[in-house]
């Protein structure tokens, strides 16, 4: 299933939001790839950022400062890092040109203004990105689709031009609609609010295909049964409303709902926690199934532990807006390094008394746990493909530790 190529990329990606003068670091520095076929688990404490992250690569905030790149194209982008690197370019000038001789500020002046320059078009380009990157995908739809069909059109015969035509015209009003983003789709944690209570489960599944430019009701309607046949509902439940259902039928919905715009990457927000055990057993098999028959790349955050180390191929480790870990699934589990990603892995419970009795739970503390205040952590590569924040004396200590 899994490939080597890049589906989604996220680099030093920033989401802040503000408050008065106060502004909360939600999502501080992350970075990570997603290859194509794989599901990439994201886990840490509630409040850490792992919603917050899922929710601005599927462009429902505007990001603060980095880049998301999603099938090679910029999605998202945003400006701060150019702002600031512009407002830090204007304060060296002004305190290096205090003393400064007038050949050494008309240099300094203009190293300024290669800066400002450099970062201003910068700044350009991001807004671009973030407004056009759907058009740009639209219009390279169309252009593909007239290639296609305007020679098979004037080779048709009059028998076959009218029903080419409306094929055409059909496909067409339809790319012209489509956006990238929507090639990413979500599936909430918490089912019953992500579920308008006024419409049908219908009216639900199919308000992405209505969207995008659908108007064939027969069609609409086939794909609507078929996608609820395929989440384990019956097609007599389109006529209902989400109050009628339990928990995880409605998650069912939710699936069906993502699934029906076939999507190449699904970001899954906690979509078991809110659900009883044997129902996440179940909704976690429905996954899989799924991802075995599209193909699909999936984005799995969660709290529980045991299950991501099931489902995932690899697993980052989020605390406080960072990612302080990654690496691949059994790797984590068979050597965590950062002290964090130690006491998440302590904190599990298994069904063992004997195993319970002896269970030592690490406390995380990171004041007395890292030294930061002279030298500065980052996110480095510790071992082929195993990630760690760590400054230099940390890195040397956790490859040692490896050892």
Not at 64 to 75: E, L
Not at 266 to 280: F, G, M, N, R, T
Not at 304 to 329: P, T
Request: proline share 4%; net charge neutral.
């Amino acid at each position: 299933m899994q490939n080597n190529e890049t589906l989604l990329k996220v680099e030093h990606l920033c989401q802040y939001f503000r408050s008065g003068s106060f502004e909360n670091k939600a999502v501080d520095d992350v970075n990570f790839e997603i290859k194509k076929g794989e599901v990439f688990g994201l886990v840490g404490e509630s409040g850490c950022g792992k919603t917050t992250t899922g929710r601005s690569i599927i462009k429902l905030y505007n990001i603060t400062s980095g880049n998301v790149w999603f099938k090679g194209i910029r999605i998202c982008a945003g400006i701060r890092s150019y702002v600031d690197a512009i407002e830090r370019a204007k304060a060296d000038f002004k305190e290096k040109s205090k003393d400064a001789s007038p050949d050494e500020k008309a240099k300094l002046k203009a190293e300024m203004d290669a800066i400002i320059a450099d970062n201003q078009a910068k700044i350009k380009e991001a807004k671009y990105d973030q407004k056009k990157c759907d058009k740009e995908y639209s219009d390279k739809l169309v252009a593909e689709l007239n290639e296609k069909y305007q020679p098979l059109i004037e080779k048709a015969r009059e028998s076959e031009k009218a029903a080419l035509t409306a094929e055409y015209k059909n496909a067409l009003y339809k790319a012209k609609r489509t956006k990238l983003v929507t090639q990413i789709q979500m599936i909430f944690q918490d089912p019953i609010a992500s579920l308008d209570p006024r419409m049908t489960v219908r009216e639900i599944i199919a308000e992405g295909l209505i969207i995008q430019g659908e108007r064939d009701q027969k069609v609409i309607d086939e794909k609507v049964f078929e996608m609820l046949e395929l989440v384990g509902l019956v097609r007599e439940h389109a006529s209902r409303y989400p109050h009628e259902f339990s928990g995880g039928q409605r998650q069912r919905i939710g699936v069906a709902r993502a699934i029906i715009m076939n999507p190449e990457l699904i970001i899954a927000d906690e979509p078991v926690s809110a659900l009883d055990v044997s129902i996440q057993a179940q909704v976690i098999n429905l996954l899989n199934e799924l991802r075995e028959k599209f193909g699909l790349t999936i984005l799995f955050i969660a709290h529980d532990l045991s299950v991501v180390k099931y489902f995932s191929d690899r697993i980052g480790v989020m605390y406080f807006g960072k990612m302080v870990e990654l690496a691949s699934s059994d790797e984590l589990f068979r050597n965590p390094i950062h002290p964090y990603t130690k006491s998440l892995l302590s904190a599990i419970p298994l069904p063992d008394p004997i195993y319970e009795k002896q269970r030592k739970r690490i406390v995380y503390n990171p004041l007395a746990e890292h030294d930061y205040s002279v030298d500065k952590p980052s996110f480095r590569e510790i071992a082929p493909g195993h990630f760690v924040q760590c400054n230099d004396a940390e890195f040397e200590r956790y490859k040692a530790e490896l050892k």
